[in-house]
């Protein structure tokens, strides 16, 4: 008997962190669930928490709006004036461009800024990945108004119901002048729509539809349109195609709606959402096995995406210290998670926008209809210098201050992201010997630098090392 007492005393008497969640582990979950690299404090905040509480708490705080104000022209009227440009002078012309440019500029260091502050920034990189999946491009799209639009609608549906997020997305503006929906009428239906629902959206490429399957529900979409006063959508009756359509092994009177149902009837769909978010969050190589049960989870909840994504952060897999480190941060992820990780209060929007830029993420504007490719893609001889030059920059907002708290004007002029203090992260250097390459890296560092000395110095090492381009 008391040999049976002995280890359930020993349990009871245990503190919780008996059971809390590692450093590495705390580390791992928010990089890849965030930017790549947790800032020190959102670490520590999770490590008296079980493992389980910690990805709870990661899910349950996914925002649905967002906490940045929005720029000047989300409280103007739609100017539907593009209609009639070629009434306009040059001069005219010409400055109706130039604030409609200077409207998603603006619209991009609106979502840098949040990226930068927000709490939840597992919310901001669902948004990221909606936003490579339902893709749009905002010089089609042309307004900023409808790209805000339709990336609130991936905050408000970040882990939530994927049919509504699919339906919210297919009738907004922005993805039905990209995809030319409104251009689909009767006798004369426009198939991109049909298209890319069936293979970007839902089934994947050439998977359990034909071509005629495409064909007949280009014709159910046919009258989705946008108002072109309220910017609105509308259905319009006169120019929707009431034949009866063949679809997927279905035959009646279809409409848009319908289709998008019976499409989410098929059980591959569920699958392919489950291989795209597993290569975002696990690896790039995905488990048959576990891709099987997290679309179960995924039909089972009805779309609710919350408890499969939940299912994936608690997976052996995401767990298994062998995919650590396997991979790459996106342009994005490298320049909002570094910013985070020193603490630099940056308002340097359009410097930031460059960089995402020169390294291959131009935000609101992915390079075609599959989205970003992610992987390797981000790496060639000319990026990997450019993330070299970013991360040097970013260092050199590590500043050292005076004993007042202030720097000299000469430390200033040396950042272009604002700046930091690195006192908090030596603090912590100095109670625990390594602290600064288990924050900084995923993996053990590829340069055999040594790790130690100055704090500055120490830290531009860790930002240089190869290493720190992995999550």
């Known amino acids: 008997m008391i040999k049976l007492i002995i280890p359930i005393w020993i349990l009871i008497a245990c503190s919780s962190q008996a059971f809390a969640i590692s450093f590495d582990e705390a580390r791992h979950l928010l990089a890849r669930s965030g930017f790549g690299s947790p800032s020190p404090h959102a670490i520590e905040k999770i490590l008296p928490l079980s493992y389980e509480a910690a990805v709870d708490q990661l899910l349950n705080g996914v925002r649905k709006k967002a906490m940045t104000p929005l720029p000047k022209f989300h409280t103007k009227p739609m100017d539907r004036r593009d209609r009639k440009t070629k009434d306009m002078d040059a001069k005219t012309r010409r400055a109706y461009q130039d604030q409609i440019n200077e409207d998603q500029r603006q619209l991009r260091y609106w979502w840098i800024q949040e990226m930068l502050d927000t709490p939840s920034p597992f919310t901001e990189h669902m948004v990221l990945f909606w936003h490579s999946h339902f893709v749009s491009e905002i010089n089609k799209v042309r307004f900023s108004q409808w790209a805000h639009e339709q990336n609130a609608s991936f905050r408000k549906f970040a882990i939530g119901d994927y049919r509504k997020l699919l339906i919210d997305v297919s009738i907004g503006p922005a993805m039905m002048i990209y995809l030319d929906a409104s251009k689909n009428k009767k006798n004369k239906p426009n198939e991109n729509f049909a298209r890319e629902i069936l293979e970007l959206f839902t089934l994947g490429e050439g998977q359990g539809y034909t071509e005629e399957d495409i064909r007949e529900s280009a014709r159910a979409y046919t009258g ?63 488990n048959r096995a576990e891709i099987l049960r997290l679309a179960k989870i995924i039909r089972d909840h009805k779309y609710n995406l919350k408890p499969m994504m939940r299912a994936l952060f608690m997976s052996p897999d995401f767990r298994n210290p062998k995919n650590r480190g396997s991979l790459i941060k996106s342009p994005v992820e490298l320049t909002i998670g570094t910013l985070r990780l020193l603490g630099l209060k940056s308002t340097e929007f359009k410097k930031i926008w460059n960089h995402q830029k ?96 100055k704090k500055r110095k120490v830290i531009r090492n860790l930002l240089l090392d190869p290493a720190y381009q992995l999550k």
């Open 224 to 286: 989705w349109m946008i108002d072109s006063d309220t910017a609105e959508f509308v259905f319009k009756l006169w120019s929707h195609d009431d034949g009866v359509k063949n679809f997927l092994g279905r035959s009646g009177q279809f409409d848009g709606i319908d289709v998008i149902e019976i499409i989410l009837e098929q059980p591959r769909v569920a699958e392919f959402l489950a291989e795209k978010l597993w290569r975002e969050f696990v690896s790039l190589t995905p």
């Open 358 to 453: 020169q390294l291959g993420q131009d935000l609101f504007r992915p390079p075609d209809v599959k989205g970003w490719r992610g992987g390797m893609n981000w790496i060639s001889s000319t990026t990997t210098l450019r993330r070299s030059r970013f991360l040097k920059a970013a260092a050199r907002g590590v500043m050292k201050f005076k004993k007042n708290g202030e720097m000299s004007m000469m430390e200033k002029q040396k950042t272009p992201f604002g700046f930091a203090d690195p006192w908090p992260l030596q603090k912590r250097e100095q109670g625990k010997p390594g602290y600064l390459k288990k924050l900084f890296l995923a993996v053990e560092p590829v340069m055999q630098k040594r790790f130690v000395g």
